[in-house]
């Protein structure tokens, strides 16, 4: 507890005369290897977890004494572990809002507690946060659940486990065969004529979400007494209230109950996937579609993860036995500013291992940067179907997530005593974040980009294959000089070779049928003759073929093929590229300039540029002369550019006959010097052009990229 002698609302309790219900039951257990006790009201599943010093002055409360005597019993009897006022009225304001404790006297005194806890106006942010995320308890579902329970107890068993991972495999099977299909279809999903059955999905997952909870919860002997609706951003979606699980000794028990809501939307996420990937086009499709957007995207982003305060959370600290875990991270944070930043000595009672200081920090920032990035991407799905709505989504997350705690964290600026004992270094840390600030919004830095690009030879002649065949040896190495007219690669065709010995057979069958028509009078002579004229064409058709199928080299040059060697053995389809015989080997770089960036680099020198290539990124490629083409293009110089070989340029998968970009860019066509490394075998390697652009502050790079953003993403 964190001291506060003396409180200016204690008088509103002071004289008052309470004690804890006879419903209440307590049980010790172990989190960490430390003890605590936990409070269970079982009439109105109350709960409530004490440390064993916040347990003793919880036993001592009794009506026969006022709070204003027990709390001055224990300042006489150890002033300097005594709670303070504020401490021991957060106490009895926690004990009351569980259920634990009446009020001795009756209506009168209670609803005097009433009004004094009431006083206690909690910020306007927070009483928003209530009304987004209201609870209306409606049903007492226990009475249900021990009807079920034979039911409950086969949907936990071993075989039903074992059919739930199976149906889930499966269906991630289906969903990786047509995975392109899902995504497609999911660009509509949050169109306004698919909004209804969106949120009769969600509101159905979300059914068997919670009783799937309190089933669990149920299962391993615990009351579930209240389930009803839930306002989550004024939307109603059911919940159940399983806080039963907290009273359960084994953690591993109540991580499991957190988890079965996860357990349903697997099941169902699965069920509503192989529904979806045998359904044809239609209404049933379109539920197997929201349902399995719904359960994997609330599931996998949401839901089992820890960072967010939904079940994995809850399952997280189970697991790591840290009861409130954000609350504790956040403490602990607090802590390490106020000891290492402000150097006061340390005020937490229960000394914390460094491992343990190590992971509530790292929690809280790792937790706090992913909710930053969950928002930023809710507000940009949103945005895309719904730009205005989008703009009041921003506005509402960056008044939640960044203003209204910068402003409570700032808080203790405004008092006169936190500024007369910490006046330096407050001032000190407000001068460092104004100079970081001024640093980044004005001091230009040295600034340049770098463009994807591939190394061609100016004068090749690239081999394609004239017709199908299996690799079977390819002569030179990448790299070697080859003279005109020598064998570069010989394939196969089993195709065409089976057919040529067929048609050789049935030559040698007209020809015999020849001879026996000139042994009885050559009356069908001229037929025959005809058709074995027609079969020796097609042989010779057929001989051209297949000599087709050993590659010679057109001219002189150096073989550039440094992949081909890998395909050995396999087969390639007519067209195919398989290498190039560079004549010259003098290089052009061509690199690839985004649309966003063209303004400033389209006026470029060319000594203010660069090149690297891959393999040989010691060395840096001078450029004589570049020009930029003026008219943009999709059309790639070379798969090396996409992300097929390594590259970072996005490609249209819908276009397969040639590589194209997924977003129009102009090209950059640069000469490259001759240097030492023109030795080495440069074309079609990938590479990078760095183009030195004039300095520029860190905050207006920040400032054109947003902008650059909105324009391309919104057309604003």
């Known amino acids: 507890m964190a001291k506060q002698t003396f409180y200016d609302q204690w008088h509103r309790i002071a004289e008052l005369r309470i004690g804890l219900r006879p419903s209440v039951q307590v049980r010790q257990q172990r989190f960490r290897g430390e003890v605590y006790y936990v409070y269970n009201e079982v009439i109105h599943a109350g709960f409530f977890r004490a440390r064993p010093e916040t347990h ?64 206690k106006k909690k910020p306007l942010a927070a009483r928003i946060s209530e009304l987004l995320f209201l609870r209306i308890p409606l049903l007492d579902p226990e009475p249900m659940l021990k009807r079920l329970l034979p039911l409950i107890n086969a949907i936990y068993s071993l075989p039903a486990i074992l059919l739930v991972l199976a149906t889930c495999l499966w269906a991630g099977y289906e969903f990786l065969l047509a995975s392109d299909r899902a995504f497609a279809q999911s660009q509509n999903i949050l169109q306004i004529s698919n909004l209804i059955p969106l949120y009769l999905a969600m509101f159905a997952t979300h059914v068997l979400h919670e009783f799937s909870h309190a089933a669990l919860c149920k299962y391993y002997g615990g009351h579930v007494r209240t389930t009803g609706l839930m306002l989550l951003m004024f939307t109603p979606l059911p919940y159940a209230d399983v806080s039963a699980s907290w009273s359960f000794r084994n953690k591993w028990h109540r991580a499991a109950v957190g988890a079965a809501g996860m357990y349903s939307d697997a099941f169902f996420c699965a069920i509503a996937t192989i529904v979806w990937a045998y359904s044809p086009p239609g209404p049933l499709n379109e539920v197997a579609t ?23 959370y809850y399952i997280l600290s189970d697991i790591t036995g840290i009861p409130n875990l954000h609350e504790a991270a956040k403490k602990q944070v607090t802590e390490l500013f106020r000891t290492k930043i402000l ?27 992913y909710r930053i990035l969950i928002m930023i991407g809710i507000v940009k799905f949103v945005a895309d179907q719904y730009f205005g709505l989008g703009l009041a989504v921003a506005a509402a997350l960056a008044y939640s997530t960044f203003l209204a705690p910068v402003a409570k964290f700032l808080k203790p600026v405004r008092d006169p ?6 006046r330096k270094k407050v001032l000190g840390a407000s001068g460092v974040f104004l100079a970081m600030a001024l640093f980044i919004a004005f001091v230009p830095l040295p600034f340049s980009r770098v463009l994807d690009g591939v190394v061609q030879d100016r004068e090749k002649t690239r081999i394609f294959l004239p017709l199908n065949g299996i690799v079977e040896t390819v002569y030179p190495q990448n790299g070697d000089h080859v003279a005109q007219g020598a064998v570069v690669m010989q394939l196969s065709n089993p195709e065409l070779e089976l057919e040529l010995q067929g048609l050789q057979a049935k030559i040698a069958g007209v020809e015999a ?6 042994t009885e009078g050559g009356q069908t002579y001229a037929a025959i003759e005809q058709e074995l004229h027609t079969m020796q064409t097609t042989r010779a058709h057929l001989e051209s073929e297949l000599r087709k199928l050993v590659i010679y080299a057109p001219h002189d040059g150096t073989w550039v093929a440094p992949e081909l060697r890998a395909y050995t053995g396999q087969w390639l389809s007519r067209g195919a590229e398989v290498g190039a015989i560079s004549k010259s080997q003098d290089y052009q770089f061509r ?10 680099i389209a006026a470029m020198r060319a000594d203010e540029a660069s090149v690297k290539v891959e393999g040989l990124r010691a060395h840096t490629l001078a450029i004589p002369q570049l020009s930029v083409i003026p008219f943009s293009q999709k059309e790639l110089p070379s798969v090396a550019v996409s992300p097929l070989a390594g590259g970072d340029v996005a490609m249209d998968l819908q276009n397969r006959d040639k ?29 990078w052009m760095r183009v030195s652009l004039p300095p520029r502050s860190l905050g207006l790079r920040a400032y054109d990229g947003l902008r650059q953003f909105f324009q391309k993403r919104y057309k604003l």
Request: aromatic share 12%.
């Open 513 to 518: 049928r020849m001879n026996q028509s000139l």
């Open 343 to 369: 150097g006061e000595a340390e005020t937490q009672l229960h000394p914390v291992s460094g491992r343990r200081k190590f992971f509530l920090a790292a929690f809280f920032f790792t937790s706090n940067f």
């Open 56 to 119: 003793a002055l919880v036993q001592r409360i009794r009506p026969n004494q006022t709070l204003h005597e027990i709390w001055r019993e224990f300042v006489d009897i150890s002033p300097k572990t005594a709670p303070g006022q504020k401490d021991f009225f957060d106490l009895i304001a926690a004990l009351y809002r569980a259920n634990m404790v009446y009020v001795e006297g009756g209506v009168s005194e209670e609803r005097l507690l009433e009004r004094a806890l009431q006083k």
């Open 417 to 422: 005593r936190f500024m007369a004992k910490h």
């Open 659 to 687: 590589p194209e970009a997924a977003e129009r860019f102009f090209l950059i066509v640069a000469d490259l010097a001759s240097d030492p490394v023109d030795e080495a075998l440069l074309d079609g390697r990938r590479g």
């Open 591 to 600: 690199a690839i300039l985004e649309q966003q960036g063209a303004s400033e």
């Open 290 to 312: 929201n349902l399995m957007f719904v359960t994997a995207v609330y599931t996998v982003l949401f839901n089992a993860n820890p960072l967010m305060r939904f079940d994995g």
